[in-house]
């Protein structure tokens, strides 16, 4: 029977009828040939084509088969890396992303039986993380970049050069710190004067002896001087001392002694402290270390973080809090969200801290102290920053401030 013109109406509904997919019992891997019903099907097997084909794949069955199965594999994970590269995902759905296209290699053409056994399969040999549940299997895409790859070593080693040269440092310092200390005892020690002292200066006056003073007294009714008493002694010294009878020359007197010794005081005052070579070195040390420790990268396991990306599966996940679970290439992190199971694969540019209540716990994320947990003391909202202390680590207990973007809540499961 001839074939119908391709723009008769037999042949456009032909054509209608083959679009999309068909039963999957009516489909020839070997020829790529989809029939629409079992006797088409019948029909093709008995072609001289099929037979052929037939003969060829009797010959060497395990190539052809190791080949459908590379080239399922391969459209896979295309679709996992392209569509589902940054969460995890349901294998069943990636399954059906595959399958709308018509001319894509059927399943019971490969080595693997079941969507299952792939899934399987692609955990074993490392490609995804898969994870059993109740509602099937999920898997989530696993970076085999080489260029990345060879960006995670090179960081890798940058590190531990720094741990190295961190190790000589804290050395000399504290050798530079032990001959600052004994430099400044072996000065210090003849004198008991400290010079940094605030305590006031006293002078005690002895009086002469009774003995050697004799006094004349003569009374006078003009002057308001009872007496003077003069020093009896022909020696060259000569003191005189006058005694008022009225009360206000003694304050008088008194008042200009305090005035007196105030100005003295204030002349004898020492200039503000000198910090001593100890307390410099620890100065110069922290400021190495806020140096060292501040990086462009602060994405910890553990913490919990706000996403602040607004085009993300249309805002569906716009300012939801979640758990960073995993970090890769210290840039991205996988967050769990903590009101539902979804698993985000972002970059720390989509994602900010979350500050947590007053005396929750917290995790120091960039600066000087990175690295170290902390308890929120208080907030101050004019200068966006934080007053914390220290938990962990040798400055346990040390009280210091922060701004809010180098803190981030830590998440305890409950």
């Known amino acids: 029977m001839p074939k119908h013109d391709l723009m008769s109406p037999k042949g456009i509904a032909n054509r209608i009828k083959a679009k999309g997919l068909q039963k999957l019992r009516w489909y020839c891997q070997m020829c790529n040939k989809q029939c629409r ?21 009797a010959e060497k069955p395990a190539k052809f088969i190791e080949k459908f199965s590379s080239e399922f594999e391969s459209g896979m994970m295309s679709i996992i890396s392209c569509n589902y590269r940054s969460m995890r995902v349901l294998a069943n759905v990636v399954y059906n992303d595959y399958i709308k296209d018509r001319n894509h290699v059927h399943m019971n053409s490969t080595k693997w039986t079941t969507l299952s056994g792939f899934v399987m399969y692609l955990g074993k040999t490392g490609r ?17 970049d080489p260029l990345l790859l060879e960006r995670q070593a090179k960081a890798e080693r940058k590190e531990r050069m720094e741990i190295d040269d961190l190790e000589r440092e804290k050395m000399e310092i504290e050798r530079r710190i032990e001959s600052a200390k004994l430099a400044s005892g072996e000065s210090l020690a003849p004198s008991n004067i400290s010079l940094n002292s605030s305590a006031p200066i006293k002078f005690t006056f002895k009086t002469p002896a009774v003995n050697a003073i004799k006094p004349i007294i003569t009374n006078n009714n003009d002057e308001k001087e009872k007496s003077i008493i003069t020093n009896t002694n022909n020696s060259s010294d000569h003191q005189t001392l006058s005694f008022s009878s ?12 305090d005035e007196k010794e105030s100005h003295s005081h204030v002349s004898n005052q020492l200039p503000p402290k000198k910090l001593t070579a100890a307390e410099e070195l620890m100065i110069e040390e922290e400021a190495k270390k806020e140096r060292r420790n501040r990086k462009d990268y602060w994405l910890h396991i553990g913490i919990v973080v706000k996403i602040m990306n607004k085009s993300l599966k249309d805002g569906k996940y716009y300012k939801q809090k979640g758990v960073v679970k995993q970090v890769e290439d210290r840039y991205v992190g996988h967050i769990q969200l903590l009101d539902s199971e979804d698993l985000l694969k972002l970059d720390q540019d989509q994602l900010e801290t979350v500050i947590p209540p007053l005396g929750g716990l917290l995790l120091i994320v960039n600066g000087a102290y990175r690295g170290e947990q902390a308890i929120l003391l208080s907030i101050e909202e004019s200068s966006f920053r934080s007053q914390v202390r220290i938990e962990t680590g040798p400055f346990t207990g040390k009280t210091i401030s922060l701004p809010y973007e180098d803190i981030s809540k830590v998440h305890v499961a409950k």
């Open 37 to 57: 019903d079992a006797n088409g099907f019948k029909c093709h097997t008995e072609s001289e084509s099929h037979q052929r084909n037939i003969l060829l794949f």
């Open 128 to 144: 995804c993380k898969v994870e059993e549940t109740a509602k099937g299997w999920y898997i989530t895409y696993i970076e085999k």
């Open 246 to 257: 009225s009360t206000t020359m003694d304050k008088k007197s008194s008042s200009s002694w």
